[in-house]
C-alpha cells in the first residue's frame, strides 16, 4: 500500500477520533479492496474510496459526481477532503439498509460480515476485505512511526536539502493564542482548516516526490497531521526546533462578496522587526509567483494579489503572531528560518470553489498547485547553505 494517497488517507484516519477504534484497520482495508489501494479514478479525482454511491443524506459530507463505473454510470459521492470521506463512510452506515449494524461490532470480522453484503452482492466480499487487514494494520503502524519521526528520509548517499516546516492554518473545534479553530468556509460548505491540511499533505508528498527524483533529500515536517489547534507560538517554535530552513503556513481567504479571488503571500514586515526581511521577502516571492502561474494554466481567472508585509502596510498593525522572528527563533539562530504566510484563494468566490474543492478536477488541480510551490521552495533550499 504505497499510494502516496492511500497514505495521506491512513495519515489523516489515524488522528481521526472514530467510535470504534478497533475496526479502523478493517475499515481502511475495505477502501483498499475498494478504490484498488487509492489508485482508482474515484478515490483519485474524488476521494471517494468506498465507491459510495450518491445518497441525499450525504448533502452534509458529499457533493454529487457523475462517474462511470465499471457497472455502468451512475452518481457518486465526491468528498472535498479525505476527513469528508472518513465521516461520510460513517455516516453512508447510518443509513436504513445498514440499520443493525452496531450491534455487530465486537470484532472487525463480525463487522465486515455484517456490512459486506448489504454493501455489495459480490461473493465472498467479506472474506477479500480480511485478507487485506493485516496489510492495512501494518500501513497505520508504519505512518504511525513516521509521523513520529517527523517524517525523516530514509538514509541514502542523497544531497541533504534541510529542514521545511508547513504550517496547515486553524484546527480543532477551539480558539486558541494566535490561532483560531476556523476562518474561511467555502461556497460549497467546507471550512478552511480542512483544506489547509489537505494541501499541506499534498504538498509534503510533492517536496519528497520532486526531491527524490533529484536523489536529494528533504525533511518535511508538519505542524499538525489532525484536526487540532496549535497556538502561532507553537506552530513557530517548530522550525526553531527543527533547525528548518523554511516555514510555510497555508491559508485559505474569505470575503463577504462573492466576486473577491486571489492569490496572496505574506511575509513579516519591517515594522514588526523583520530580522530577514529580504529573505523572507525572497521567500514570500518565490512561492506566490508559482503558486499564482500554476493556478492561472488551469484558470484564466486566478489573479495575482502580490506579496504583502503582514501589517498590511499599516505600521500599528502587530501582524501576525506565526511569522513573529522571535517565535521562529530568528534572534537565535545564525542562519534565520525564512518564512512567508500563502492565502491560496477566496473560498468565498464559486468559480475558486469549482476550482479547487467541488468541481471535477479539484484534486489534480490541487496536485497542480502544490506541485509548483514544493519546486519553489526545493529552488530556495538549494540556495541557503
Ligand atoms: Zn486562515
Given at each position: 500500500?504505497?499510494?502516496?494517497?492511500?497514505?495521506?488517507?491512513?495519515?489523516?484516519?489515524?488522528?481521526?477520533?472514530?467510535?470504534?477504534?478497533?475496526?479502523?484497520?478493517?475499515?481502511?482495508?475495505?477502501?483498499?479492496?475498494?478504490?484498488?489501494?487509492?489508485?482508482?479514478?474515484?478515490?483519485?479525482?474524488?476521494?471517494?474510496?468506498?465507491?459510495?454511491?450518491?445518497?441525499?443524506?450525504?448533502?452534509?459530507?458529499?457533493?454529487?459526481?457523475?462517474?462511470?463505473?465499471?457497472?455502468?454510470?451512475?452518481?457518486?459521492?465526491?468528498?472535498?477532503?479525505?476527513e469528508?470521506?472518513?465521516?461520510?463512510?460513517?455516516?453512508?452506515?447510518?443509513?436504513?439498509?445498514?440499520?443493525?449494524?452496531?450491534?455487530?461490532?465486537?470484532?472487525?470480522?463480525?463487522?465486515?460480515?455484517?456490512?459486506?453484503?448489504?454493501?455489495?452482492p459480490?461473493?465472498?466480499?467479506?472474506?477479500?476485505?480480511?485478507?487485506?487487514?493485516?496489510?492495512?494494520?501494518?500501513?497505520?503502524?508504519d505512518?504511525?512511526?513516521?509521523?513520529?519521526?517527523?517524517?525523516?528520509?530514509?538514509?541514502?548517499?542523497?544531497?541533504?536539502?534541510?529542514?521545511?516546516?508547513?504550517?496547515?492554518?486553524?484546527?480543532?473545534?477551539?480558539?486558541?493564542?494566535?490561532?483560531?479553530?476556523?476562518?474561511?468556509?467555502?461556497?460549497?460548505?467546507?471550512?478552511?482548516?480542512?483544506?489547509?491540511?489537505?494541501?499541506a499533505?499534498?504538498?509534503?508528498?510533492?517536496?519528497?516526490r520532486?526531491?527524490?527524483?533529484?536523489?536529494?533529500?528533504?525533511?518535511?515536517?508538519?505542524?499538525?497531521?489532525?484536526?487540532?489547534?496549535?497556538?502561532?507560538?507553537?506552530?513557530?517554535?517548530?522550525?526553531?526546533?527543527?533547525?528548518?530552513?523554511?516555514?510555510?503556513?497555508?491559508?485559505?481567504?474569505?470575503?463577504?462578496?462573492?466576486?473577491?479571488?486571489?492569490?496572496?503571500?505574506?511575509y513579516?514586515?519591517?515594522e514588526?522587526?523583520?530580522?530577514?526581511?529580504?529573505?523572507?521577502?525572497?521567500?514570500?516571492?518565490?512561492?506566490?509567483?508559482?503558486?499564482?502561474?500554476?493556478?492561472?494554466?488551469?484558470?484564466?481567472?486566478?489573479?495575482?494579489?502580490?506579496?504583502?508585509?503582514?501589517?498590511?502596510?499599516?505600521?500599528?498593525?502587530?501582524?501576525?503572531?506565526?511569522?513573529?522572528?522571535?517565535?521562529?527563533?530568528?534572534?537565535?539562530?545564525?542562519?534565520?528560518?525564512?518564512?512567508?504566510?500563502?492565502?491560496?484563494?477566496?473560498?468565498?468566490?464559486?468559480s475558486?470553489?469549482?476550482?479547487?474543492?467541488?468541481?471535477?478536477?479539484?484534486?489534480?488541480?490541487?496536485?497542480?498547485?502544490?506541485?509548483?510551490?514544493?519546486?519553489?521552495?526545493?529552488?530556495?533550499?538549494?540556495?541557503?547553505?
Amino acid at each position: 500500500m504505497t499510494n502516496e494517497l492511500f497514505r495521506r488517507l491512513a495519515t489523516i484516519y489515524l488522528g481521526e477520533a472514530i467510535r470504534y477504534p478497533k475496526l479502523r484497520a478493517v475499515t481502511l482495508a475495505q477502501w483498499a479492496l475498494e478504490s484498488g489501494r487509492g489508485s482508482s479514478a474515484l478515490a483519485r479525482d474524488h476521494y471517494n474510496f468506498g465507491g459510495l454511491k450518491w445518497r441525499k443524506e450525504m448533502t452534509p459530507y458529499a457533493t454529487k459526481v457523475k462517474y462511470a463505473a465499471h457497472d455502468g454510470e451512475d452518481f457518486y459521492c465526491k468528498f472535498a477532503t479525505l476527513e469528508n470521506f472518513i465521516a461520510g463512510y460513517w455516516a453512508f452506515l447510518n443509513r436504513t439498509p445498514y440499520s443493525g449494524w452496531e450491534a455487530n461490532v465486537a470484532t472487525p470480522e463480525k463487522f465486515i460480515r455484517f456490512v459486506g453484503p448489504i454493501y455489495t452482492p459480490r461473493p465472498n466480499y467479506a472474506d477479500a476485505v480480511l485478507a487485506l487487514a493485516p496489510e492495512a494494520e501494518a500501513l497505520l503502524a508504519d505512518v504511525e512511526k513516521a509521523e513520529a519521526a517527523a517524517v525523516k528520509p530514509a538514509a541514502a548517499p542523497a544531497v541533504s536539502l534541510g529542514v521545511i516546516v508547513i504550517d496547515p492554518g486553524h484546527g480543532g473545534n477551539s480558539d486558541v493564542s494566535g490561532s483560531s479553530a476556523n476562518n474561511a468556509i467555502s461556497v460549497s460548505n467546507v471550512k478552511e482548516k480542512k483544506l489547509t491540511l489537505d494541501f499541506a499533505l499534498i504538498l509534503r508528498d510533492e517536496l519528497l516526490r520532486q526531491a527524490a527524483a533529484r536523489n536529494e533529500t528533504v525533511q518535511v515536517v508538519l505542524t499538525r497531521t489532525t484536526d487540532i489547534n496549535v497556538t502561532g507560538k507553537a506552530r513557530a517554535a517548530m522550525a526553531f526546533d527543527h533547525k528548518a530552513k523554511l516555514f510555510l503556513c497555508i491559508h485559505f481567504n474569505g470575503n463577504k462578496s462573492a466576486t473577491v479571488r486571489g492569490t496572496e503571500t505574506f511575509y513579516r514586515a519591517k515594522e514588526n522587526n523583520n530580522i530577514n526581511l529580504a529573505a523572507d521577502m525572497e521567500f514570500a516571492g518565490a512561492v506566490q509567483t508559482a503558486l499564482f502561474t500554476a493556478l492561472k494554466t488551469i484558470d484564466p481567472g486566478a489573479k495575482d494579489r502580490g506579496i504583502k508585509p503582514d501589517n498590511q502596510g499599516n505600521p500599528n498593525l502587530p501582524g501576525f503572531g506565526v511569522l513573529n522572528d522571535i517565535s521562529l527563533g530568528n534572534d537565535r539562530r545564525q542562519t534565520p528560518c525564512r518564512a512567508a504566510y500563502i492565502e491560496a484563494e477566496f473560498i468565498t468566490n464559486p468559480s475558486v470553489d469549482k476550482l479547487l474543492i467541488s468541481g471535477p478536477n479539484a484534486v489534480p488541480n490541487r496536485i497542480a498547485a502544490m506541485a509548483a510551490v514544493a519546486g519553489a521552495c526545493l529552488a530556495q533550499m538549494r540556495k541557503i547553505p
